[in-house]
């Protein structure tokens, strides 16, 4: 399939990875309660006509490491919805490729769960939605919608707000710098190095790399590279199609290169050092968490992973990444955030009844009050929801809230379409973890990005 370029950045990321219009609220406000049966039941007798037509659905989710939350809001949803069925499909790390399977076999969901850049290149399989299908659209946040917006049509639900940057336990830095530590403290890419080296005084890494492709192509190399810090949506256009005919390389790049000796001061300190592509998110997990390593370079979704892990006590924060050792440069202290994922209805292999069940089931993911709680409570994200209530527990989900609320934080995708293609992560996330793992070293890298771009079709 031809690559697409798509040249201007949609924005909104993390503040990631948020729900609409409202729902009907459960009795039993506990994560994994089972449905009030009876309520349903009556509800049913009330409200549902006789001949109520079954509508089965399905939901293809490529978020992981929250699989038993979607089956147990999809249990509620089924009891307050009697006649819709939906079926339940998650993706492995192949998800895009999973997900074009389906579709191949005639089988497309009728929801998905997918990266902005994956709904922009199949937009034309898309239902759009309109505030006349969907008046519970203003339960959304407007600026949420941004990223799923093409061409004056919308196409996709943003499911939340995701920061990150590194991720740090406050035990191990407190005793690192012989009192509380402060994020605020970390100016300048010295400045981290200095924390780094307090840290390994305490017999704890300073820092992790998980070298997976997702990681270290997308939200480093991808994101930071080619996001908000190298000027608007024309200046980052131009740096690409500059790369493409072979008129710029990575390698002169002062951006680039700034963020790359960022990328070494941590790979230098990195607990995964003796096996840098273990890739084994659930054991970074645990390394943060008994304080092997001090910091970790994730986001505040990997709560999933921790939330089993901590003791009463535990307390966690996010770190920026510093670009540069220019202390007035507002991308050192500021996160990265998006709206990563958004729900889409589809409406090329699914009936007009199960585009209408599906964006049903879509309000009621983003709109009940029991579906908002158990997200936020398992995932521990912000949702872009006007009516959500329910209390962010996570500490990480907090910190990125708290950048937001002081303006530190940017949208990598700054208001407009992802301009990598979908396949940017999964090819150039390889090459970097070449470079973590010194199969190549910084030029070799520039070159392999740069025989990327040259190979696209413009």
Known sequence: MKRKWISVLLMIVMTASMLAGCGSKQDSGTPGAEPDNKAAA????????????????????TQTGIDDTYLDIIDHFEADNPGITVEYIAAGDDQLQKWMSLYASNEGPTVSLMDPINIWENQDRMREMTKEDCPWLDNILEESLVSYIYND?????????????????????DEAVGGTFDPASIKTRSDLEALFKKIEATGAAGSMFTGVNWSLGSHYLGALVYGPARG??????????????????????????????????????NYNKKDPLVGNVNMDAEALVT???????????????????????????????????????????????????????????????????????????????????????????????????????????????????EGKAYDIYDGSVNGLPSDFWYECGAYTCEYLAGACDRKQLSEKVGSYWKALEN
């Open 42 to 61: 009556e509800k049913t007798d009330e409200s549902a006509p006789a001949d109520a037509k079954e509508v089965n659905i399905s939901f293809y989710s």
């Open 153 to 173: 049509k919308l196409y996709g639900i943003p499911m939340s707000a995701a920061g990150y940057g590194l991720l740090y336990n406050q035990k191990v830095l």
């Open 232 to 269: 608007d949506v024309a200046t980052r256009d131009a740096f690409v199609q500059a790369q493409k005919s072979g008129e710029a390389n990575l390698i002169d790049d002062s951006l680039f290169n700034g963020l790359m000796d960022t990328f070494d001061l941590i790979a230098e300190y």
């Open 291 to 405: 304080g092997k390593a001090g910091t970790w370079f994730m986001g505040d979704w990997a709560w999933v992973y921790l939330a089993d892990l901590v003791a009463e006590g535990d307390s966690f924060g996010i770190i920026p990444i510093p670009y540069s050792d220019d202390p007035d440069d507002k991308f050192n202290t500021s996160i990265p955030l998006s709206y990563p994922k958004g729900y889409c209805v589809d409406a090329s292999q699914n009936t007009e009844e199960q585009q209408e069940a599906g964006l049903k089931f879509i309000e009621y993911i983003t709109s009940n009050e029991y579906a908002q709680k158990v997200s936020i409570d398992v995932g521990g994200q912000a949702l872009p929801y006007k009516n959500c209530t329910a209390e962010i527990k996570s500490p990480l989900g907090q910190a990125t809230q708290k950048y937001i609320s």
